[in-house]
């Protein structure tokens, strides 16, 4: 049966009163947000959480309790493959995770099959698109002689090319080098797409219109990026201050 239309004020995607458990950890308990902007910066410690959000966004887990919307629907009962594929696509944080093929082109072509392209066709359109951004040499590489970095770039280009209508983008900047980092935010920022980046890196989530900050699981932060990331960095100083005099008891005695 196909989905139900959804109406037009539904958020792209929602999250109401999820639980999450994965292996031992209760990492969700009643967690709920509205993801609607177009620009979305995930920030927040080792553990946070991050990731496991961006994977219910894609169900690529599923919540033990509550609901993970797209639209209005339920992502978990929407038909896996092309719907899903043109509503929510991952980047992961690490490459490996998410290559399949042995070449560039071919790992390319692979998020086209959802359009029903040929094998060729998808093949052709991947090339073209390499040669566009002056990487026509890539299109016959070997995956595996490509650098992290490089992998990275193509985990990007590959969820470019396959254009879901949400983009989740999980630690994309980590392995990547300043003039890349400065491409990949000209890349997102040119996209068309609702974004959703988890990042360590500020900078380029910085101007943000919404940046949610992760605690424990918990929103701690919701707001303009400068706002949350300012009011991010200010706990983790008095974090690392409080720590480094803990460690340091003569410290505090100078000080
Ligand atoms: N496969 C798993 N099995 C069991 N627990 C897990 C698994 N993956 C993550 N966790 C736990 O879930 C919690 C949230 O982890 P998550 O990877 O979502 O955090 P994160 O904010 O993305 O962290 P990081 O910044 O280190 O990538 C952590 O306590 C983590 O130990």
């Given amino acids: 049966m196909p989905p139900a239309p959804t109406p037009a004020t539904s958020p792209l995607l929602e999250l109401r009163q999820v639980h999450l458990r994965r292996g031992g950890s209760q990492v969700f308990a009643g967690l709920s947000l509205h993801l609607a902007e177009e620009r979305i910066g995930l920030i927040g410690h080792n553990g946070a ?17 509550g609901q993970v919307l797209s639209q209005g629907q339920d992502l978990h009962v929407l038909p896996a493959g092309q719907l899903r594929a043109q ?4 980047m992961f944080q690490n490459p490996d ?4 093929f042995p070449t560039v ?20 359109r991947a090339r073209a698109f390499l040669a566009e951004r002056g990487l026509a040499d890539w299109a016959e590489r ?3 002689t490509l650098s992290q970095g ?14 879901p209508r949400t983009l989740l983008l999980d630690e994309p900047y980590a392995s990547l080098d300043l003039p890349g980092q400065a491409r990949l935010a000209d890349d997102i920022a040119a996209c068309g797409r609702q974004v959703l980046v988890s990042t360590h890196v500020l900078g380029p989530v910085r101007d943000y219109p919404r940046v949610i900050w992760l605690h424990e699981g918990r929103v701690r932060g919701d707001g303009p990026g400068r706002e949350v990331c300012a009011a991010y960095e200010a706990a983790v100083a008095a974090e690392v201050a409080h720590a480094r005099s803990a460690a340091r008891p003569e410290l505090r005695a100078v000080a």
């Fill in 142 to 144: 070997a995956v595996g």
């Fill in 97 to 100: 995770d998410q290559i399949i």
């Fill in 87 to 90: 509503r929510v696509g991952m």
């Fill in 150 to 163: 490089q992998r990275q770039r193509l985990c990007w280009l590959a969820l470019l090319l396959a254009g």
């Fill in 105 to 124: 082109q071919e790992e390319l072509a692979l998020g086209l099959q959802p359009q029903g392209l040929s094998r060729r066709e998808a093949l052709a």
């Fill in 49 to 65: 959480g991050k990731t496991s959000l961006l994977r219910l966004l894609c169900a690529l887990e599923a919540p033990q309790g």
